[in-house]
């Protein structure tokens, strides 16, 4: 999927779903899911480090 993401704009996502054997659907689930734990992520980073000084 990591691929699909990369070349997104150099081929089309039908194109690329058929060549790799993978749905559609999926491709974007996994679009969906990455952003969704990037935004768990990112707060739980924040608070790890906290404020230094």
Same mark, same amino acid.
């Given at each position: ?10 081929? =089309?996502?039908?194109?690329?779903? +058929? ?5 559609? /659907?999926? $491709? ?5 899911? =990455?952003?969704?734990?990037?935004? +768990? ?5 924040? /608070?790890? $480090?906290?404020?230094?000084?």
């Amino acid at each position: 999927m990591m691929f699909m993401e990369t070349h997104r704009f150099e081929y =089309s996502i039908q194109s690329m779903a +058929n060549v790799l054997g993978v749905s559609r /659907s999926g $491709f974007y689930q996994f679009l969906k899911r =990455s952003k969704n734990e990037l935004e +768990n992520i990112i707060p739980n980073l924040s /608070s790890s $480090f906290g404020k230094r000084g």
